[in-house]
Nanobody, 121 residues
Framework: QVQLVESGGGVVQAGESLRLSCAASGTIFSINGMGWYRQAPGKQRELVADITRSGTTNYADSVKGRFSIDRNNAKNTMYLQMNSLKPEDTAVYYC???????????????WGQGTQVTVSS
C-alpha cells in the first residue's frame, strides 16, 4: 500500500508565505514525476507545479515567480514553497506522484487527501 500525506496548509494573509510538504510512504520502489495541484470551490482541479525525478520543474503561469517546488528523492518527499500569497491562491492543495511499487511494476498515479490553504485579503 502507498500513502501520500500533505501537510503545511493553513490560513494566512495576503503577501505571506506557506510551505507545503508531501510525504510518500509504503511499499515504494521508485517515484517518477511528482506534482502539486489545487482545487478552489466551484472550479476544476488544476496543476500548480510539477517536478521530474531529475529536478526539472514546470509551473502554472499564475504562480511563476512566487511558488517553488522541490523534492528529496532519498526521503520520498516533495515541497511547495509559496510566497507572496494572494486570495486567489485559496484552494485545497493536493500532491500527486507516479510510483512504482516494485521493480517489475508499472508506474501508478497516487494522490494525497489534500490540505486547505486559505489566503485572506
Amino acid at each position: 500500500q502507498v500513502q501520500l500525506v500533505e501537510s503545511g496548509g493553513g490560513v494566512v494573509q495576503a503577501g505571506e508565505s506557506l510551505r507545503l510538504s508531501c510525504a510518500a510512504s509504503g511499499t515504494i520502489f521508485s517515484i517518477n514525476g511528482m506534482g502539486w495541484y489545487r482545487q478552489a470551490p466551484g472550479k476544476q482541479r488544476e496543476l500548480v507545479a510539477d517536478i521530474t525525478r531529475s529536478g526539472t520543474t514546470n509551473y502554472a503561469d499564475s504562480v511563476k515567480g512566487r511558488f517553488s517546488i522541490d523534492r528529496n528523492n532519498a526521503k520520498n518527499t516533495m515541497y511547495l514553497q509559496m510566497n507572496s500569497l494572494k486570495p486567489e491562491d485559496t484552494a485545497v492543495y493536493y500532491c500527486s506522484a507516479a510510483i512504482r511499487r516494485r521493480s517489475y511494476s508499472a508506474f501508478t498515479d497516487y494522490w494525497g487527501q489534500g490540505t486547505q490553504v486559505t489566503v485572506s485579503s
